[in-house]
């Protein structure tokens, strides 16, 4: 398989998980939490007023969906998105490997939030300190993943992409 087709490839199991998330889980969540967004969705991060709200809205049968399903789908989708990201960087500026780290600590950082979110599913009066490094790791992961997409446009628009390359 040419490195263009396994780059595809990437790309499509990484789609295919999110899409999963997308109309599958995520819909099922939300209606579990009256509409309320997952913390994983949550872009600016949370207070642990909201924290709580949503850990007392939540079904037990959300929640219990939320731990077994969504972070499962959640623990192949950082790495999924880390490497087609990487990839990507790698055929527009193979000699900048520094940029691999946006997409990297964005990984890093989902897990990190997995195994938070995960502690806060297992109580509704969730740890002040607990909320605040969740909420932390999201928004370090969203600020890491815009980098990376940032990098990826701006060496596009410079027209550094080669289809053919590697």
């Given at each position: 398989m040419s490195f263009h087709r396994a780059h595809l490839a990437i790309i499509g199991l990484t789609a295919l998980n999110y899409a999963m998330m997308l109309v599958y889980s995520i819909p099922k969540l939300l209606g579990a939490a009256d509409g309320l967004w997952l913390f994983d969705l949550r872009a600016m991060g949370y207070s642990i007023a909201e924290a709580?709200?949503?850990?007392?809205?939540?079904?037990?049968?959300?929640?219990?969906?939320?731990?077994?399903?969504?972070?499962m789908l959640d623990t192949f989708f950082p790495a999924l998105l880390a490497v087609s990201l990487m990839i990507t960087l790698y055929r527009l500026m193979p000699k900048l490997p520094v940029l691999y780290l946006f997409p990297l600590s964005g990984a890093l950082f989902d897990y990190y939030e997995n195994a938070a979110v995960g502690q806060m599913l297992l109580t509704t009066a969730p740890d002040a300190g607990l909320v605040e490094m969740a909420s932390l790791l999201t928004q370090?992961?969203?600020?890491?993943?815009?980098?990376?997409?940032?990098?990826?446009?701006?060496?596009?628009?410079?027209?550094?992409?080669?289809?053919?390359?590697?």
């Open positions: 709580t709200r949503y850990l007392n809205t939540i079904t037990p049968e959300g929640r219990l969906f939320y731990l077994e399903v969504q972070l370090l992961k969203f600020v890491s993943i815009a980098m990376s997409l940032l990098a990826i446009l701006w060496f596009w628009l410079k027209g550094k992409f080669d289809p053919r390359a590697r």
